[in-house]
Structure formats: structure tokens, C-alpha cells
């Protein structure tokens, strides 16, 4: 099993930005899928998922700028982001639970590191 997650990368403050996470060995289908994050310091702390069925939920912190997608056809979770800020800035890591999201953590991918500065 991986979660190969890309598209980070450097950003300045204003701007968006589109991650993936693509899924091997399972079949999303049956699993839900989540973005976490980890600011340098900080604890991990989640920031999007997404149900089976599409139902997604976003941490505070991102409501408004942040949209979770899945293409279970490509075996591929996404997260696009907007109106980025500074404080945005961390390693992104994509998580799969199998069933129920209360599951999120039982695969971890590796994460991308997105920095958002001037």
C-alpha cells in the first residue's frame, strides 16, 4: 500500500495551489480520505476529508479556501487551496481510513512541504 502525495512546493501569500495523493495498492472506494498537516513546531492536526460517498468537513482554519476532491477512477484524492497564507506553511500528508473516516490514519503517505512565503 502508498499514498504518494505531490504538489507542493513554494507559494506566495495570496496565491493557490493543487495537491494529490494517489493511491496504490487498495481501492479507494471503500475508504476515506483526508489531508493533515504539520507546521514546523506545531502538532499534526487535520485538515480535510472526505467520506465514501463525497461528505467532506475541513478544519476551521482552511473553511472557505480549502476543497477536497476525490477521482476514485484514478485512485486520487485531491486538495486545492486558495488565498494561502504564511501560516499555511507545512508539510501536507494524505491519509486513508478504511470505511469511516474515524479510521483516517491507517495509511499515512510520506508528504509534501508546502511553503508559503514571499
Known amino acids: 500500500v502508498q499514498l504518494q502525495a505531490s504538489g507542493g512546493g513554494l507559494v506566495q501569500p495570496g496565491g493557490s495551489l493543487r495537491l494529490s495523493c494517489a493511491a496504490s495498492?487498495?481501492?479507494?472506494?471503500?475508504?476515506?480520505m483526508g489531508w493533515f498537516r504539520r507546521a514546523p513546531g506545531m502538532e499534526r492536526e487535520g485538515v480535510a476529508s472526505?467520506?465514501?460517498?463525497?461528505?467532506?468537513s475541513y478544519t476551521d482554519a482552511v473553511k472557505g479556501r480549502a476543497t477536497i476532491s476525490r477521482d476514485n477512477a484514478k485512485n486520487t484524492v485531491y486538495l486545492e487551496m486558495s488565498s494561502l497564507k504564511p501560516e499555511d506553511t507545512a508539510v501536507y500528508y494524505c491519509?486513508?481510513?478504511?470505511?469511516?473516516?474515524?479510521?483516517?490514519?491507517?495509511?499515512w503517505g510520506q508528504g509534501t512541504l508546502v511553503t508559503v512565503s514571499s
Open positions: 495498492g487498495f481501492t479507494m472506494d471503500d475508504w476515506c
Open positions: 472526505i467520506t465514501r460517498d463525497g461528505t467532506t
Open positions: 491519509a486513508a481510513g478504511y470505511y469511516y473516516c474515524s479510521a483516517l490514519g491507517d495509511w
